[in-house]
T-cell receptor
């Protein structure tokens, strides 16, 4: 069964820092990997999606990379701002046929605090 | 933009009650999912459906059932609510899973915070 791990579990940084969130997964047979943001008490907002054939995706100050063979992804946030404070979740979409085809496997998230 | 709407943001129910959580999506997505989220445990898949009247068990289906009578609506049912079902419940939808080249991403609702007393 796919296992997704996110490190660190929590991160607190001053405004302006560049930071890296890590995600690792045990089964490299994936369709894609998706990074989500979750604000307290709210649902999940999709940030970036990387197909298994891609190496990275960028959106504004966010850059996500994928190394499928080693089972790793990183989310890079440039010039962090207090508004970036949230929990960031990594999820991989399984490549298994059958009844679980396409389901997402989630990490437990990195809780980010950016202070002014 | 696709929207996934969960009918209630907060619910308080009594132990033993039958509880219905409703989820509606407006982009003709085939797949719909129900997750629960608990501190320290992350998101866990309860049930999912890839077509009308089709359903598949996730990792923690015990104590729950689902209904998909129409493509846009996926209901989660707690047959007899218990205090250990107090949680945040999240609904999601996505396009079909079968296309290997799909750029499909999941869209989540805002969540329903259920408290069982």
């Amino acid at each position: 069964k796919q296992e997704v791990t996110q490190i660190p579990a929590a991160l607190s940084v001053p405004e302006g820092e560049n930071l890296v969130l890590n995600c690792s997964f045990t089964d490299s047979a994936i369709y894609n990997l998706q990074w989500f943001r979750q604000d307290p008490g709210k649902g999940l907002t999709s940030l970036l999606l990387i197909q298994s054939s891609q190496r990275e995706q960028t959106s504004g100050r966010l850059n996500a990379s994928l190394d499928k063979s080693s089972g790793r992804s990183t989310l890079y946030i440039a010039a962090s701002q207090p508004g970036d404070s949230a929990t960031y979740l990594c999820a991989v979409r399984g490549n298994d046929r059958g009844s679980t085809l396409g389901r997402l496997y989630f990490g437990r998230g990195t809780q980010l605090t950016v202070w002014p | 933009d696709v929207k996934v709407t969960q009918s209630s943001r907060y619910l308080v129910k009594r132990t033993g009650e039958k509880v219905f959580l409703e989820c509606v999506q407006d982009m003709d997505h085939e797949n719909m999912f129900w997750y629960r989220q608990d501190p320290g445990l992350g998101l866990r898949l309860i049930y999912f459906s890839y077509d009308v009247k089709m359903k598949e068990k996730g990792d923690i289906p015990e104590g729950y059932s689902v209904s998909r009578e129409k493509k846009e609506r996926f209901s989660l049912i707690l047959e007899s609510a218990s205090t250990n079902q107090t949680s945040m419940y999240l609904c999601a939808s996505s396009l079909l899973l079968w296309d290997r080249d799909s750029t499909m991403s999941y869209t989540f609702g805002s969540g329903t915070r259920l408290t069982v007393v």
